[in-house]
């Protein structure tokens, strides 16, 4: 499944290959291609294992050898905000020149190596995803892979490329709290989006994609950091109650659905939310036409206190 989705994904996303001799690659996972891995693990004896196990950079390599990419190449594996982040190291690239445009590939897959870790820490929901609902209790996962291609402003875009966001401002941080539980009052969520919306009023920030996994704590965080980061009241909105948590895949697959939005200037509803335990927020809950939705902040979250934020607004079209 890893080669199937990872190879759907990146066709998707292709320039054309008279330019990817110059185009770098950045593959953003939490796990990556777990089969290798336990295909290792269960080896009969270690005489019969390889000298090492499967890395994520073979993962890396693979792809770069598949498609013929020249650029820079790196893996970024930062919990389930791999996405994101990753989006953001390739903007960083573009922006110092060290490459003129960068394709980023994020994927997991929801194995049984990842059900028994969640069902471990017991973050799977027994019946559905409702985030920020009074009812939540948990995730569910989903298996994913999304791709994206970063260049510069001035950099020409194929003709078969789709909705073109303009990266305005980014944001990573960590607070280093817990393990796998975030800080309660959300400092490290909030340097994120403090970073990443410096320059702008926030009061420009139409929208808000949330991480809204479903679990009691990260909800709870993130709402914290809505109520206190902005007085005018955004939409508010998540993805995962519809797709499910995609760990390292959700960041790039929810920066692709700001372009649906900004595109078709709507705001979709958190699916699974029917009693929002913030009321004070603007959670949408109906699909909703936002004629003059023009930016749009996505933020993600993950273990270990680590903390992504992005935001886009409508690139102009090519050519202009």
């Not at 020249?70 to 982040?85: D, F, N, R």
């Not at 999304?146 to 909705?163: F, I, Q, Y």
């Not at 969520?189 to 990260?218: K, Q």
């Amino acid at each position: 499944m890893w080669e199937k989705l990872t190879t759907q994904a990146i066709t998707a996303a292709l320039p054309p290959l008279e330019q990817r001799h110059d185009c770098g690659l950045i593959l953003a996972t939490t796990k990556g291609d777990m089969q290798p891995v336990e295909t290792w693990l269960n080896a009969d004896g270690q005489e019969h294992r390889s000298s090492a196990p499967p890395l994520l950079s073979d993962n890396l390599n693979k792809l770069a050898q598949r498609f013929g990419f020249g650029g820079p190449k790196m893996v970024v594996s930062t919990a389930c905000s791999s996405g994101l982040t990753a989006i953001i190291e390739a903007a960083m690239l573009v922006q110092t020149g060290q490459a003129k445009q960068m394709l980023v590939c994020a994927a997991d897959i929801a194995n049984g190596f990842i059900q028994d870790g969640f069902n471990a820490l017991k973050a799977i929901s027994k019946t559905r995803c409702r985030p920020f609902d009074r009812q939540r209790d948990g995730l569910a996962l989903g298996s994913a892979a999304a791709a994206c291609l970063v260049t510069s402003s001035d950099h020409p875009r194929h003709a078969a490329s789709g909705p073109s966001l303009l990266l305005e401002g980014w944001g990573i941080s960590c607070d280093a709290t817990h393990l796998t539980a975030p800080d309660r009052e959300a400092s490290g969520l909030m340097r994120a989006v403090h970073s990443a919306i410096a320059g702008v009023d926030s009061r420009s920030i139409d929208a808000v994609i949330l991480h809204g996994t479903g679990t009691p704590y990260n909800d709870a965080m993130e709402a914290f950091a809505m109520c206190r980061l902005f007085a005018h009241r955004p939409y508010l909105t998540a993805a995962k109650g519809f797709l499910g948590h995609t760990l390292g895949a959700s960041g790039v697959m929810e920066t692709d659905l700001a372009a649906w939005m900004l595109h078709q200037r709507v705001v979709p509803a958190i699916t699974g939310l029917e009693d929002p335990q913030w009321p004070e927020l603007n959670f949408v809950r109906q699909a909703t036409v936002a004629t003059d939705l023009k930016r749009i902040l996505k933020t993600a979250s993950g273990f270990g206190g680590l903390n992504a934020a992005i935001l886009v607004s409508m690139a102009k079209p090519a050519g202009r």
